[in-house]
Protein backbone atom coordinates (compact mmCIF):
# COMPACT_ATOMS: atom_id res chain seq x y z
CA UNK A 1 0.00 0.00 0.00
CA UNK A 2 1.66 3.24 -0.66
CA UNK A 3 2.05 5.91 1.71
CA UNK A 4 3.35 9.42 1.87
CA UNK A 5 4.71 11.29 4.35
CA UNK A 6 5.65 14.89 4.93
CA UNK A 7 8.16 16.43 7.35
CA UNK A 8 9.60 18.99 7.91
CA UNK A 9 9.85 23.05 10.02
CA UNK A 10 6.22 23.40 11.77
CA UNK A 11 7.16 26.75 12.23
CA UNK A 12 9.02 29.14 10.08
CA UNK A 13 10.21 32.94 9.95
CA UNK A 14 9.13 35.65 7.67
CA UNK A 15 10.89 36.12 4.45
CA UNK A 16 12.57 32.94 5.50
CA UNK A 17 12.37 30.02 3.27
CA UNK A 18 9.77 27.02 3.49
CA UNK A 19 11.11 23.91 3.48
CA UNK A 20 9.47 20.60 3.21
CA UNK A 21 10.05 16.72 2.36
CA UNK A 22 7.62 13.89 1.08
CA UNK A 23 9.11 10.15 1.94
CA UNK A 24 7.19 7.76 -0.60
CA UNK A 25 6.96 4.24 1.07
CA UNK A 26 5.23 1.25 -0.58
CA UNK A 27 6.42 1.78 -4.04
CA UNK A 28 8.55 3.69 -6.31
CA UNK A 29 8.68 7.54 -7.10
CA UNK A 30 10.27 6.45 -10.65
CA UNK A 31 7.21 4.95 -11.95
CA UNK A 32 6.37 6.75 -15.54
CA UNK A 33 2.84 6.96 -14.60
CA UNK A 34 2.36 9.39 -12.06
CA UNK A 35 3.55 12.61 -11.22
CA UNK A 36 4.00 13.89 -7.53
CA UNK A 37 2.54 16.94 -5.98
CA UNK A 38 2.41 19.34 -3.39
CA UNK A 39 -0.87 21.18 -2.55
CA UNK A 40 -2.07 23.62 0.23
CA UNK A 41 -5.09 24.92 2.64
CA UNK A 42 -4.67 27.78 4.50
CA UNK A 43 -7.01 27.60 7.41
CA UNK A 44 -10.54 28.23 6.52
CA UNK A 45 -9.95 28.01 2.91
CA UNK A 46 -9.77 25.36 -0.25
CA UNK A 47 -7.31 23.54 -1.82
CA UNK A 48 -4.49 25.50 -3.74
CA UNK A 49 -1.77 23.37 -6.30
CA UNK A 50 1.71 24.24 -5.54
CA UNK A 51 3.11 22.30 -7.97
CA UNK A 52 4.41 19.07 -9.46
CA UNK A 53 7.50 17.18 -10.49
CA UNK A 54 8.36 13.63 -12.60
CA UNK A 55 10.82 11.45 -11.51
CA UNK A 56 13.15 12.85 -14.62
CA UNK A 57 13.03 16.00 -12.58
CA UNK A 58 10.47 18.25 -14.88
CA UNK A 59 8.24 20.36 -12.76
CA UNK A 60 5.04 22.20 -13.29
CA UNK A 61 4.48 24.86 -10.74
CA UNK A 62 1.44 27.43 -10.23
CA UNK A 63 2.04 30.32 -11.67
CA UNK A 64 0.95 32.18 -8.50
CA UNK A 65 4.02 31.03 -6.75
CA UNK A 66 6.16 30.25 -9.37
CA UNK A 67 8.42 32.86 -8.72
CA UNK A 68 9.24 31.27 -4.66
CA UNK A 69 8.90 27.61 -5.69
CA UNK A 70 11.34 25.07 -6.20
CA UNK A 71 10.30 21.28 -6.32
CA UNK A 72 13.18 19.04 -6.72
CA UNK A 73 13.20 14.50 -6.56
CA UNK A 74 15.55 12.46 -5.01
CA UNK A 75 15.05 8.92 -6.66
CA UNK A 76 17.69 6.96 -4.36
CA UNK A 77 15.79 8.50 -1.27
CA UNK A 78 12.11 8.13 -2.74
CA UNK A 79 11.34 11.26 -1.58
CA UNK A 80 10.20 14.80 -3.51
CA UNK A 81 10.78 17.96 -1.92
CA UNK A 82 9.76 21.55 -1.40
CA UNK A 83 11.00 24.90 -1.01
CA UNK A 84 9.03 28.67 -0.78
CA UNK A 85 10.94 31.57 -0.66
CA UNK A 86 9.84 34.52 1.31
CA UNK A 87 7.45 33.82 3.02
CA UNK A 88 4.65 35.90 4.42
CA UNK A 89 1.93 35.08 6.95
CA UNK A 90 -0.15 34.34 3.67
CA UNK A 91 2.33 31.20 3.35
CA UNK A 92 0.25 29.58 6.48
CA UNK A 93 -1.13 26.51 5.70
CA UNK A 94 -1.51 22.66 5.99
CA UNK A 95 0.93 21.30 3.11
CA UNK A 96 0.04 17.84 1.49
CA UNK A 97 1.96 15.91 -1.30
CA UNK A 98 -0.03 13.82 -3.27
CA UNK A 99 0.80 10.90 -5.94
CA UNK A 100 -1.03 12.30 -9.73
CA UNK A 101 -1.75 10.58 -12.46
CA UNK A 102 -0.21 10.87 -15.06
CA UNK A 103 -2.64 11.90 -17.78
CA UNK A 104 -5.31 13.92 -16.25
CA UNK A 105 -3.52 14.62 -13.00
CA UNK A 106 -6.07 12.74 -10.25
CA UNK A 107 -5.07 12.88 -6.78
CA UNK A 108 -5.79 9.27 -6.28
CA UNK A 109 -2.89 8.81 -2.76
CA UNK A 110 -2.46 11.45 -0.15
CA UNK A 111 -0.28 12.25 3.05
CA UNK A 112 -2.03 13.34 6.08
CA UNK A 113 -0.30 16.79 5.65
CA UNK A 114 1.70 19.18 7.77
CA UNK A 115 0.40 22.56 9.36
CA UNK A 116 3.10 25.26 8.56
CA UNK A 117 2.97 28.37 10.69
CA UNK A 118 4.78 31.91 9.34
CA UNK A 119 5.45 34.01 12.50
CA UNK A 120 8.35 35.75 13.91
CA UNK B 1 -5.88 30.92 -16.40
CA UNK B 2 -8.60 28.24 -16.28
CA UNK B 3 -11.49 28.91 -13.48
CA UNK B 4 -13.94 26.10 -11.96
CA UNK B 5 -16.80 27.40 -10.15
CA UNK B 6 -18.44 25.68 -7.36
CA UNK B 7 -21.37 26.45 -5.01
CA UNK B 8 -20.05 27.36 -1.33
CA UNK B 9 -23.13 24.89 0.23
CA UNK B 10 -25.56 22.54 -0.31
CA UNK B 11 -27.87 21.39 2.60
CA UNK B 12 -29.81 17.65 2.12
CA UNK B 13 -32.21 15.84 4.49
CA UNK B 14 -30.65 12.19 4.94
CA UNK B 15 -31.84 9.78 2.45
CA UNK B 16 -32.38 12.17 -0.02
CA UNK B 17 -29.99 13.38 -3.28
CA UNK B 18 -27.20 15.62 -3.13
CA UNK B 19 -26.07 17.58 -6.19
CA UNK B 20 -22.96 19.41 -6.41
CA UNK B 21 -22.22 21.25 -9.23
CA UNK B 22 -18.57 22.18 -10.93
CA UNK B 23 -18.98 24.81 -13.93
CA UNK B 24 -16.23 25.68 -16.11
CA UNK B 25 -15.65 27.08 -19.87
CA UNK B 26 -16.40 23.61 -21.86
CA UNK B 27 -15.76 21.60 -18.77
CA UNK B 28 -17.54 18.55 -20.74
CA UNK B 29 -13.91 18.54 -22.97
CA UNK B 30 -12.21 17.93 -19.44
CA UNK B 31 -12.03 14.94 -17.25
CA UNK B 32 -13.34 15.88 -13.84
CA UNK B 33 -12.60 14.66 -10.85
CA UNK B 34 -13.89 15.27 -7.21
CA UNK B 35 -12.58 14.92 -3.39
CA UNK B 36 -14.41 14.50 -0.42
CA UNK B 37 -12.48 16.00 2.76
CA UNK B 38 -13.76 15.84 6.17
CA UNK B 39 -12.39 18.11 8.95
CA UNK B 40 -8.74 17.46 9.98
CA UNK B 41 -8.44 15.05 7.21
CA UNK B 42 -6.84 14.93 4.13
CA UNK B 43 -8.99 14.66 0.72
CA UNK B 44 -10.22 11.70 -0.57
CA UNK B 45 -10.67 10.78 -4.30
CA UNK B 46 -14.56 9.93 -4.92
CA UNK B 47 -14.59 10.45 -8.66
CA UNK B 48 -12.27 10.45 -11.27
CA UNK B 49 -12.46 11.10 -15.16
CA UNK B 50 -15.87 12.30 -14.79
CA UNK B 51 -17.82 9.36 -13.52
CA UNK B 52 -15.33 6.43 -12.50
CA UNK B 53 -15.08 5.26 -8.39
CA UNK B 54 -12.13 4.41 -6.79
CA UNK B 55 -12.00 1.05 -5.09
CA UNK B 56 -13.73 1.86 -1.59
CA UNK B 57 -16.25 4.59 -2.92
CA UNK B 58 -19.95 3.64 -2.30
CA UNK B 59 -22.53 3.26 -5.51
CA UNK B 60 -23.83 6.16 -4.04
CA UNK B 61 -21.46 8.49 -5.85
CA UNK B 62 -21.49 9.11 -9.14
CA UNK B 63 -20.25 11.81 -12.07
CA UNK B 64 -20.96 13.38 -14.75
CA UNK B 65 -20.25 15.91 -17.31
CA UNK B 66 -21.30 18.02 -20.39
CA UNK B 67 -21.12 21.17 -21.94
CA UNK B 68 -20.12 23.63 -19.15
CA UNK B 69 -20.70 21.41 -16.10
CA UNK B 70 -19.99 18.98 -13.66
CA UNK B 71 -22.10 17.45 -11.35
CA UNK B 72 -21.38 14.78 -8.22
CA UNK B 73 -24.18 13.17 -7.34
CA UNK B 74 -24.70 11.52 -3.63
CA UNK B 75 -27.73 9.27 -3.68
CA UNK B 76 -28.90 8.28 -0.33
CA UNK B 77 -27.40 11.04 1.73
CA UNK B 78 -26.14 9.63 5.24
CA UNK B 79 -24.47 11.90 7.61
CA UNK B 80 -21.19 10.59 7.44
CA UNK B 81 -20.94 12.27 4.01
CA UNK B 82 -21.01 15.60 5.38
CA UNK B 83 -18.01 17.38 3.77
CA UNK B 84 -16.28 19.81 1.68
CA UNK B 85 -16.35 18.59 -1.73
CA UNK B 86 -13.79 19.82 -4.78
CA UNK B 87 -13.83 19.56 -8.24
CA UNK B 88 -10.50 19.59 -10.10
CA UNK B 89 -9.08 18.97 -13.81
CA UNK B 90 -5.98 19.39 -15.60
CA UNK B 91 -6.02 22.21 -18.32
CA UNK B 92 -3.23 22.32 -20.96
CA UNK B 93 -2.56 25.83 -20.19
CA UNK B 94 -2.63 26.25 -16.16
CA UNK B 95 -1.93 22.64 -15.38
CA UNK B 96 -4.15 21.37 -11.96
CA UNK B 97 -7.11 23.70 -10.84
CA UNK B 98 -9.34 23.21 -7.93
CA UNK B 99 -12.97 24.34 -7.91
CA UNK B 100 -13.33 26.55 -4.73
CA UNK B 101 -14.87 23.56 -2.84
CA UNK B 102 -18.63 23.33 -1.73
CA UNK B 103 -19.85 22.30 2.43
CA UNK B 104 -22.19 19.52 1.93
CA UNK B 105 -24.43 19.96 5.20
CA UNK B 106 -26.92 17.03 5.98
CA UNK B 107 -30.01 18.09 7.79
Known amino acids: QLQLQESGPGLVKPSETLSLTCTVSGGSISSSSYYWGWIRQPPGKGLEWIGSIYYSGSTYYNPSLKSRVTISVDTSKNQFSLKLSSVTAADTAVYYC????????????WGKGTTVTVSS | SYVLTQPPSVSVAPGKTARITCGGN??????VHWYQQKPGQAPVLVIY???DRPSGIPERFSGSNSGNTATLTISRVEAGDEADYYCQVWDSSSDVVFGGGTKLTVL
Open chain 2, 26 to 31: NIGSKS
Open chain 2, 49 to 51: YDS
Open chain 1, 98 to 109: ARLEGSTRYMDV
